[in-house]
């Protein structure tokens, strides 16, 4: 399943350069996973239980640059689902192009967000993921 | 007294207009604040007794914009002192220049980090700002 | 006239003490005025002249915390409009509550983002903003 | 050659998990390469030529958490130089021990700023660089 979020460039995600900063890359691409965990309930799951999904590692390339009031498609998978870790996949693309202009992975883990510690992805929200799972 | 720090500005602080965005300003006047804070003690005091400053009200006036590759000087000083909150002042330069880039008021109060509530401003930390107060 | 925007608190907008981080809140009140912008076909007329609003001059008051997860309601209206200035108010709450997380009043001037001057609130645009302000 | 920069963490760079957020671990890394690069003087030699390093690839791997007021060790050292690209490898650890934090690396290629088009890395700005290269 590929879940797709259109989001706007706004002038505080641009740099000097004229085209979104690196860093917010990192941050538009975390809206789009809520928007994708908002969407098939994971959100909820996860507050009533304590727990939350924290990223151990991340990849971007960055392959054509996007501008202030541009809107761009962020298409997220579920690549990969371990016993405690997994793998998302998210590219961006400019609306109504397709033509990418950025490719990621995400490697995640579950914490329990009392302890911070790693927890299994287990019972319902183990279940829930895997029915997303990229096939 | 009136407290100096130098910061030099970079991709990540501007925006397409090519210069410092508004957002970040807030960010280098913390830094700034924080700045002062470590070199009076006032950040070892806090933490001892598990207290925080946070702004409750702040405002900020543009009025020469600071580009990439640019170092400014933050002026900071403790403007007033109440029993529970004060006013700090914090103008912004161009280092080696005389022309206020940027004028800001920042309203504090004194809080409990664990319980987020409101506490008065007394004991050594009184005793530390007092000396501090722009007379 | 009111225009109303939600937007949900992610991560990356709070900090340590759990709730929305001061610099954050400037970007999610500039969202709000982007979307403002754009429903009333703002953004392209100004793209169309090559022209841009900058702040000059923000107030911020901070009175309720917000946390991850929460949605907020902004309250955008245009409060006044000068020659070439104006000021817009934006109050946020939180969806379906009624008291308010925070003040502010931001004071934009109109400049050509070629030259970065100032320029006066004349034509299209004058009579556009002319219908909203709030009476 | 490793290029060693202290950065101490503020309220801004962490979010509610308590330790530093994801997107700004990207910006503490851009501004320990901005200090390298001005204090081997590269700074002035691109403004010079109206030139610029952009990332086009960057990888992030996260071991150990940073918390606010904890000051970090940014390691970097040039790992390679092609033609028209190259990799800076960026470590942080605490300051005074020897764990290490983060792991990165980034994928860079030299523009002119002008046209934003990708341009060879050549003469002095080479000559810098190689000097620079791990061995």
Known sequence: ????TELTIRTFHTDAF?????SRYVELLEEARWRYAEDIG??????TEGLGFII??????????????????????????????GDVKQWIYKSNE?????K??????????ETAK????????RELLL???AN
Do not use: W, Y
């Open 98 to 102: 397709t033509s990418v202009c950025l």
């Open 104 to 113: 990621s992975v995400f490697h995640f883990i579950l914490i329990d967000r």
């Open 131 to 133: 029915k997303l799972v």
């Open 42 to 47: 994971l959100v909820d799951l996860l507050k």
């Open 18 to 22: 004229g085209h979104v900063n690196n």
């Open 56 to 85: 151990v590692d991340m990849r971007l390339r960055f392959r054509v640059p996007v501008f202030e009031g541009e809107t761009i498609r962020v298409e997220t998978s579920l690549e990969s689902l371990g016993s405690a870790s």
């Open 118 to 125: 790693s927890v299994p992805i287990e019972g319902a929200i």
């Open 1 to 4: 399943m590929i879940h797709r």
